[in-house]
C-alpha cells in the first residue's frame, strides 16, 4: 500500500513546479491573442517579451518569474481520504522541497528572524492554507504561488450596504486605477462580494483559481463579470502600463451573504503570470493531474 503522505507532499511538490514553470493553457493563448490583436509597438513588444518568457520557462523547465511567489494551496479532503492532519504536514514539507528542486525563491520573511529560507514561516501560517472538508474519499490539492507585485495592489473595503452593486462596482474599477502599471498587467481580477473583512479577501483569491472566459453559473453574476472586464479595460492600462494592448484578461466574481450592516468587498489581482496547478489524489493514492 502507498504511504498516502508521501504521495501528498510529491504531488505538491510538482504541482509547485508546475505552476511555477507553466502557465494554464488558457492563459497562454489569452497573452498570444493579446499580442496579436495589440497595434500599438510598445504594447506588442510587451506582450512578446512576456510570451517569449513563458516559452523559454516551459521548455527549460525554469521560472518564468523571479518572484515565484508567496505559497498557497486549496485543499478540499474526503471525509473518507486516509489522513487529514498530516496532509498539512505534507504540504509544509513540499513546500520546503520545492524551494530546493525548482528552485523557489525563498519568500517567506520572518518580522524579527529575517528569511526563512524556505518559503516556510516560523509560527505555522506560511504556506497559506485554505482548507475545506468535503464528501468523498479523494483529496484535491491546488497550489498558487502569488507573487508581491500583485498582492501589494489587493483591495478590501466595507461598503456603505445601500450603495449595493453599484458600490461595488465602483469600488472594483477604484481598485484597478490605483493599481495601473505597478503590478505588470494585463491582470486578472478577481473579486469577492460579502460575508466578512477575511472572508470576501479569501473569495477573491478564490476566483483566480476559476479558467479564463469561464463565467459564473449564475446569469446575474456572469453579467456583472463581463460588465467589469469591459469597462476595466476601458482604463486602458496597457501591457506592463504602457497603455497598450489588454489592460484586463477577465474578471471573476463569488458572493457570500453579509451582515445588514454591512457590504464587504475584496479585489484580488494577478499579475499576467496567473499561476495555479492542481490534482486530485484517491484513496489509494493514484494521481489525477488536472489539465493544464
Known sequence: MKDIAQVVEDTAA?????????????????????EKDTE???????????????????????????????????????????IRSEVKTALIKATKKATENVPLRPNAVDMFKGNTKNNVGLR???PWFYFDLVEGDKCEIIAMPKGGGSSNVG???????????????????????????LACPPYTVGV???????????????????PLYKYHKDEKIADLEKELLATLNKLEI????????????????????RHPASLPVGVVISCWALRHAGATIDKEGNVEWHPH
Not at 510538482?14 to 497573452?31: D, H, N
Not at 506588442?44 to 494551496?73: H, R
Not at 496597457?238 to 451573504?257: K, N, R, T
Open 14 to 34: 510538482k504541482l509547485l513546479k508546475i505552476a511555477a514553470t507553466k502557465l494554464p493553457s488558457e492563459v497562454k493563448e489569452a497573452l498570444i491573442a493579446g
Open 238 to 257: 496597457g501591457a506592463m502600463g504602457l497603455g497598450e494592448g489588454p489592460s484586463v484578461l477577465d474578471v471573476h466574481m463569488e458572493f457570500a451573504a
Open 192 to 210: 469577492g462580494v460579502g460575508g466578512g473583512e477575511d472572508m470576501c479577501m479569501n473569495l477573491a483569491k478564490k476566483a483566480l483559481l476559476r
Open 155 to 181: 483591495k478590501m473595503k466595507m461598503i456603505p450596504p445601500g450603495k449595493g452593486i453599484k458600490g461595488v462596482k465602483e469600488f472594483v474599477v477604484e481598485a484597478l486605477a490605483a493599481a495601473g502599471p
Open 40 to 82: 500599438g509597438s510598445l504594447g506588442k513588444s510587451q506582450l512578446s517579451a512576456i510570451n517569449e518568457n513563458v516559452g523559454l520557462a516551459e521548455t527549460f523547465s525554469k521560472p518564468m518569474c523571479q518572484d515565484t511567489g508567496l505559497v498557497s494551496f486549496f485543499v478540499k479532503i474526503g471525509d473518507k481520504f486516509p
Open 124 to 126: 505555522g501560517f506560511v
